[in-house]
């Protein structure tokens, strides 16, 4: 399945905020709507459960048309949208996680090197490779492996594809953290998926098989 | 001065963006046309960013928009019978 999820151009969302907050409340479905899958996605990548990240998107935007008038518009709308989502998403992992502490908010150790797999050639995987289950669930497994710090920064730089400033704005943090944390990220999603691609190449046919 | 692999390797995401000096993207550059290990690391963590980022890769759950709408409705309407009528300007 393939979501349009392009952010259409036109539309003047200042201008659609001001609407809902004097009162035209129901505006507030089509503002939402291109962000509808970015904002699930991303609470996927955080909860690694279905229903439970329908559930912080669900959450996340109940929240932003309560806090709505706070929106100063000095980000964008859907910036400021991502930042939401993640809190929920954070709030959801730190009260599951009240036994297990794993650390969301402690400064990340950002020391020590990462080193990528090594390989001699590599040969492409077509997107259209995709459509097998298989590798959606290796490379979701993958990003749900990442810890917390470099999820983030991969999730909203890399999928939710916003710019590196943006992404220090959503996640406060500085630019150079983003940078660093997501070079490690990408790096490590190398070490960790390289290998296992390669091993299922399409040289066996196992990715293009599908008919 | 030549680059060692493992310095080309700290470079790999900024040369993936395309925000390296551009002194050292020639290093690099020139690295990768010699080096058929950096350029299987480059090419393999460029092909993993474009399936990760695929939309294909997380797909929403059927009904999904159809619950977050009608959720998002109910909201809206306990806002509006919460919401005070405006008040009225003075009347004379």
């Known amino acids: 399945m393939s979501v349009a999820h392009a952010r ?62 706070n929106f100063r518009g000095e980000s964008k709308f859907s910036t400021w949208l991502v930042s939401i989502a993640l809190n929920e998403a954070r709030r959801r992992l730190r009260r599951q996680n009240t036994v297990r ?3 969301l908010d402690e400064p990340p150790e950002e020391g020590g090197k990462v080193s990528p797999a090594l390989l001699r050639d590599w040969r492409e995987i077509p997107s259209e490779a995709l459509e097998r289950r298989e590798l959606r669930a290796l490379l979701q497994k993958a990003i749900e492996e990442l810890s917390p710090i470099y999820r983030e920064v991969f999730v909203l730089r890399d999928i939710e594809e916003l710019s590196i400033e943006e992404t220090a704005s959503a996640l406060s943090i500085s630019i150079s953290s983003v940078k660093v944390r997501l ?4 790096i490590m999603l190398q070490k960790d998926l390289a290998p296992k691609l390669k091993l299922a190449s399409p040289k066996k046919g196992r990715w293009l098989s599908w008919h | 001065m030549a680059l060692e692999c493992k310095h080309v390797w700290d470079y790999i995401s900024e040369f993936l963006d395309d ?66 009528e405006k008040p009225r300007q003075d009347q004379d």
């Open chain 1, 8 to 69: 259409p151009m036109e539309r003047d969302e200042a201008q659609m905020i001001a609407a809902i907050l004097a009162g035209d409340s129901d505006l507030y479905h089509r503002l939402i709507q291109p962000y509808e899958f970015s904002v699930y996605r991303m609470a996927l990548s955080f909860v690694k459960n279905e229903a439970e990240a329908e559930d912080v998107a669900q959450e996340a935007f109940l929240r932003a048309f309560r806090d709505l008038g």
């Open chain 1, 101 to 103: 502490m794993e650390s």
């Open chain 1, 183 to 186: 070079h490690r990220a990408r």
């Open chain 2, 19 to 84: 925000s390296l000096p551009a002194e050292i993207k020639e290093q690099v550059q020139k690295h990768l046309e010699n080096c058929e290990i950096c350029s299987a690391i480059l090419d393999s963590t460029r092909n993993i960013l474009i399936l990760t980022a695929d939309d294909r890769v997380f797909e929403l759950p059927a009904g999904y928009s159809e619950r977050l709408h009608a959720r998002l409705a109910r909201e809206i309407r306990a806002s509006n019978s919460r919401r005070p």
